[in-house]
């Protein structure tokens, strides 16, 4: 039997399997949200209202741009206290490319039981992010670890399976720069990590907040060059072009100007969505096929 849907329907199916629901950044938002006596105003930001998913105005909605790729490396975002509140923050675009994205609020004087189990889930073989020149040489590393420790991690229905290696999770002090030295020092639960120190080639291409120094990279940045040294050489690509295509829109809605589509960093993310969509939408014309034979 053949698959009897309309023109368009076919990406529109996509796009529902696709959707997510609200990612680490986003609940952690909603969470901080929760507890403010006072809506949070961003300063110079785009007036009006925002899309919940991008957070941009809606005329300038990005979401169906997003990129979602199979990635095996994790980041574990540390945020100051209003990072997640700030439209700005492009932590929030990790999550959107990162699956495995873990959100949580620093605070001096406490820290979750949730962050504590994170790290010291035998899965997982986190690097604290940061920049060595601050840091005793020798926790310092330049590259990941080859492959760690094996860890027992048997298949559904294999209990026999091989064990697999570690995976990298990268931890991000989500702050201003001030801010991340503070949470830094004052984080003793961070000590027994290493600290993986990157030197980026290129200068920081973030434009929506002023920074000192050209070298100085956005978390988003910094996340991309993790997924790097990750080898996961495509989904650094693609994070790379949705900071691109974020900050674009962002901008071009602050100005009250109509973005531009055709932008390298847009076609980049619409090949990306292209490759994803196609096979998910013949497996759902042939679950749909199979379930209609079976009736």
Request: overall charge positive.
């Amino acid at each position: 039997m053949t698959n009897q849907n309309h023109p368009g329907e076919d990406h529109e199916a996509a796009r529902l399997i696709d959707a997510p629901g609200p990612h680490a950044v986003s609940r952690l938002r909603a969470q901080r949200l929760a507890r403010s006596s006072k809506p949070f105003l961003a300063r110079g930001g785009m007036k009006g209202a925002r899309c919940p998913g991008c957070r941009i105005n809606p005329a300038h909605c990005i979401c169906r741009l997003q990129p979602r790729l199979p990635v095996r490396a994790g980041v574990c975002l540390l945020m100051a206290d209003i990072e997640a509140l700030k439209p700005s923050n492009t932590g929030w675009l990790i999550a959107d490319v990162v699956a495995d994205t873990f959100a949580f609020g620093w605070a001096r004087t406490d820290v979750d039981p949730a962050l504590l189990a994170l790290l010291a889930d035998p899965q997982w073989q986190p690097y604290l992010v940061f920049p060595g020149e601050f840091v005793a040489p020798d926790r310092v590393v330049h590259r990941l670890t080859p492959a760690g420790p094996a860890q027992p991690h048997p298949q559904p229905g294999n209990m026999e399976s091989p064990t697999l290696r570690r995976r990298p999770l990268f931890v991000l002090l989500d702050a201003t720069w001030p801010e991340a030295r503070k949470m830094f020092r004052k984080s003793p639960y961070l000590d027994a990590l290493p600290v993986l120190s990157l030197q980026p080639e290129q200068m920081s291409r973030y434009r929506l907040r002023r920074s000192r120094r050209e070298d100085h990279f956005c978390t988003s940045e910094v996340g991309a060059l993790c997924l790097e040294l990750a080898g996961e050489t495509q989904a650094a690509q693609a994070l790379e072009a949705w900071l691109d295509v974020y900050t674009h829109h962002y901008l071009q809605a602050k100005h009250q100007l109509p973005p531009e589509l055709n932008t390298p960093a847009h076609l980049a993310l619409q090949s990306v969505r292209v490759a994803r969509e196609v096979p998910e939408v013949r497996a759902l014309a042939a679950c749909q096929d199979t379930f209609e034979e079976a009736g």
